[in-house]
């Protein structure tokens, strides 16, 4: 397993870069699980998202826990809610630093919150039918946090237009998505597929992708694989699915979830990337990684822009990073030169 | 090093993420720039890998430590910046530092007994200023940072002589940094800058616990003195009738007065000077001494004193100099004075320049120091009792000397034990 591929990627030209907005409108806190998105092949967006909290964990050997165990969430003592916001950001072409942002404004859909996650939480960006999406899960709808996948379309605003402290990105529409079949308690992570609208990819191993109907926030399986990788861990949502030359591939997630010895929880995060052909089947998985030697890492985006592979990730959920990965990197670190 | 930039600390640590320096580094970085959530996993990091690679029990503690001011920095976050410092004292318990941020935090919660203990404990240890150097600037000040916790928070828990003690002291460090500065002088504005309150007075029932049992003193019924000063004049003249006094200073007839109870219950006579006209209108109505109103320093006391010798010589002008300036105007070759009170204020005089002055002179004309530093608590020496050696007992200097450094209040002092 390679622990730092973020390493490996400089060693052969590529960049990792931080991803910062303003600390006066984060609070200092968590910037976390970005998602990239090339809109119109014009310029580049982010989806950046801020939370209210700091993660702390511990690791190696775990001699600093804090009073509540290696992994906790330090929040507001006054505000028992762990808030997500989100910022839209376009990058700038040449440094792919954040040259601009603005909070989203949800205030025409606004709730308060009846569960502890309150907001959109690791929103992908997507555009489909010319609309731009960010899509992520929404658990502060119902008292017991039942998470489901929204869309929530979001439009620009001309700067000529804007009040004073209007923001220019605006949720003009909210989608929540009821999945199919029997009823779950948390969806989440599910996968947009950028050149099919309203698909994603649900669950990868086997590969199950659901389509959505936008007018009853409804979905529907589409398509169910039929091979079943055996003696991994579960194959957790991650970035948007991208096409690369004949094949579909995005980065996910899987996690050891698990508990100390006091019975305080914890949790191992590794990535791999996924290659399927365009009938579904999967092609290649990647080994599992991480990015940069973090027990606690999430990737939400990718695109690819100049050839080069852009992968967007958060750091513990306190820091956000762009990873450039070189076009002639690809195939190796995407792991279709690999016999896994 | 901490002058690096972000991309710069970034590729130092992709390089070999688990080096502790590397990671401190880019904490660093980040908590410069505000980004005090992403500081965090580097310095928790930090910690962790300084002990497990480098047993680097320095770096580990300084990283805790930038990890409590990270989630000081983001606020209500009160539980984890005394987890992390609480893990930092054991860590290193013989380092100020995490002690001082642990007072600092409880203050700001105005947990005060709290803060006010971990600041003794601070200012206890051995070292303050260890050998070992941070690699960065914790906001620990240095040892009066602990003074400082312990004069606010002794305030709070009803320590206010302590308190005002301390702040005056605080006040007299010039190696203090400038925010400190500000605040010993707002908080000293705030609490006031007046040591006294009621005069400590003696009654008769006190009479069985007094050092010396002076002739008379069983017959008084009650002092009249701001700190016992009347009670020391009559122990060190034995409870001599039909003494006489200069003094100089007088304020008002009978509350917290110095000669009343010499005048009234052993025939005293004597000169009352002061410059306030109401003060010496109002005496004059009520005592049998002659006044004069005047500023001490312009008097001319060759004309003043008809007699060679004095019982006593009260000196208590303000501010301290005019007190000074006023016994240099005194006449010590040609007049002796058996017991002299003298008021150095030393609690406001941040130089000692007035008590170090005032002791060098009455002492080249044959005064001898009993007590030194009276208060009228334990910590606000304001006052020196001298004699002259041909004109006191021998035997009752021996019993009352007492010359210490340490603030002496004037009641513990005048008696076996505290009534």
Redesign the interface.
Known sequence: MN??L??KV?FEGGT???L?I???Y??????MNPSIFIDNNTRILLNLRNINY???????????N??WGPLSY?H????MHLRTFNFMCELDINSLEIKNYCLTDTSAFDKPPLWDFAGLEDARLVNWNNKLYQCGVRRDTTPNGIGRMELSEIVEKDFSELKENECKWKEVSRIRIDPPGSPTYCEKNWMPILDMPYHFVKWTNPTEIVKVNILTGTSQQVFLGKSHIEGVSDFRGGSQVINWKKYRICVLHEVKLFNNKLSQKDARYMHRFIIWDKDWNIIKISKPFSF???EIEFACGMTIYKKDLLITFG?????AYLLRIPNHMIEEIIGLKDNV | MYNMNLNTALYNYLMDPKNPLYNFTLGKVYEDIGHTAAAASFYIRTGEFATEFEDNELLTYEALLRLALCFEHQSSRVFTVKGTLLRAISLMPERPEAYFLLSRMHEMCKEWQESYTFAILGENLKEHEPKEKLITNVEYPGKYGFTFERAVTAWWIGLWDESLYLFRELDKNPDMKWNYITLVKNNLNNIGNNIFKEPILYYDLYYEHLKVKFPGAINIKQNYSQCYQDMFVLTMLNGKQNGKFLEIGCGRPFYGNNTALLEKEFKWTGISIDIDKNVIDEFSKVRSAKTICADATKLNYDEILEDENYDYLQLDCDPPIVTYNTLLKIPLESHKFAVITFEHDHYIDYHSEIRTKSRKYLESFGYELVVANIAPDNYNSFEDWYVHLDLVEKSIIEKMKNISDKSKRSDKFMFSRIC
Do not use: V, W
């Open positions: 622990r730092n973020c390493k400089i990792t870069i931080p910062l303003d600390p006066k984060s609070k200092g806190l968590g910037l700091t993660l702390y964990h511990c690791e190696g050997q775990q001699l600093f804090n009073r330090i507001p003592e006054n505000d940069m030697d973090g750091f513990q959920d306190n820091a």
